[in-house]
């Protein structure tokens, strides 16, 4: 006989612990499975711990309405429990005259996205700013900021074991099926066993579409194809020349090729990214070249050898080369008619910042209006 649990969490990502955290702090018994061995094994610690904004998302989207959200309780969050972070801001960096008009088109859908706070830069304001960068015109915005990715998910792990919450490591779902008033879930590993769930979150992040298409009675018109980008990042070497993160303007086929920078002051250029057909981060080496010619674009100064690769990332899409970047996408049961089940599809970034939001939106569906303990705008429908 299967072991009756109240409600699952599939994966311990960021995305996932926020859950269990927002969950478990309203009341729910919560058990999070973790294929891994520990949290954020997956996109969560492949990223560029970026503070996003809410700048280049479509408004009215669930991404800008939880990226937004997200934001402001984040920094709240990290405030009071004392994650490192820091607001660094952002230039967002026209390097021709003929990009001005695609920066002002993201500074007018940052305001519609309900981000007040970019302003236009002379340019005598920006090389004082950053002095090592060329450009035509700069926006600059003071909300986007750099987070210790890690130091947050055992913040939100602790939250959400205080509340009673268990993690369970090494414990892959390898497929489940709907039944009358429960959702049963085959769990792998060294000790494989059923469990009966009255509610499953898929937060697998990666594989989440492989795992709802796993659950018998999941109808596959609401399961997405799987596509993933893989992103690349090199470290600067040297004393780092910059003290904001740096964006220049990006093409519709073209992520762009950023500046960012740690808590230590460490500076990384990335991501851009290649399609891919399967989950790998091997580092492709043969990229560098082409790192260099984007970035000496914004920052000439770029010397010989100054670059070293340092890791990959890849995320999850479920649209394809050629396609619109998709929304996020969290089903409930108004899509595939299972109560109890959500699905989270789609959740790249800016998937970090928009953690706790995204707890919000999961809790929202599940009926629970014990408010949370970080207060936040309401996400907007």
Request: charged fraction near 20%; hydrophobic fraction near 40%; proline fraction near 7%.
């Amino acid at each position: 006989m299967a072991e009756r649990v109240d409600c699952v969490v599939v994966g311990a990502g960021v995305v996932g612990l926020a859950i269990a955290r927002r969950l478990a702090q309203a009341g729910r018994e919560v058990i999070v499975l973790e294929a891994s061995d520990g949290i954020g094994n997956g996109a969560s610690s492949r990223n560029s711990e970026v503070i996003h904004a809410g700048i280049y998302y479509p408004p009215g989207s669930l991404k800008a309405r939880v990226c937004v959200a997200g934001r402001h309780k984040l920094y709240r969050y990290c405030r009071e429990r004392g994650v490192p972070h820091r607001r660094v801001g952002k230039l967002i960096v026209a390097t021709h005259d003929d990009q001005t008009a695609q920066l002002a088109s993201y500074k007018q859908q940052a305001e519609a996205n309900g981000v007040a706070d970019l302003r236009w830069v002379s340019l005598a304001e920006a090389r004082a700013m950053e002095p090592e960068v060329t450009f035509a015109a700069a926006v600059h915005s003071p909300s986007s900021g750099i987070i210790d990715s890690h130091a947050l998910m055992l913040a939100l792990q602790g939250d959400a074991e205080n509340a009673g919450a268990v993690c369970v490591f090494n414990s892959p779902v390898e497929g489940g099926r709907i039944g009358g008033d429960f959702i049963t879930l085959d769990v792998g590993g060294g000790e494989p066993m059923s469990i009966d769930c009255g509610t499953v979150i898929n937060a697998a992040g990666l594989t989440a579409p492989q795992l709802a298409a796993r659950i018998d009675g999941v109808p596959a018109r609401t399961v997405p194809t799987t596509h993933y980008a893989i992103g690349h990042y090199f470290a600067l070497s040297g004393r780092p020349p910059f003290s904001h993160l740096v964006y220049p303007v990006a093409r519709s086929d073209w992520l762009g090729v950023h500046v960012t920078v740690d808590l230590s002051g460490r500076v990384k250029f990335g991501p851009d990214f290649n399609w891919i057909d399967r989950i790998d981060y091997a580092f492709d080496y043969a990229l560098e070249p082409a790192f260099y010619e984007a970035i000496r674009r914004y920052y000439p100064g770029l010397q010989d050898g100054a670059l070293t690769p340092d890791y990959t990332g890849i995320r999850a899409k479920i649209t394809g080369p050629g396609e619109p970047p998709a929304d996020f996408v969290i089903h409930g049961a108004e899509t595939h008619g299972i109560p109890g089940l959500i699905n989270l599809f789609g959740i790249e970034s800016p998937g970090l910042t928009s953690s706790m939001a995204i707890a919000d939106h999961v809790a929202q569906l599940l009926s629970i209006t014990q408010p949370d303990d970080i207060p936040a705008e309401p996400i907007a429908a």
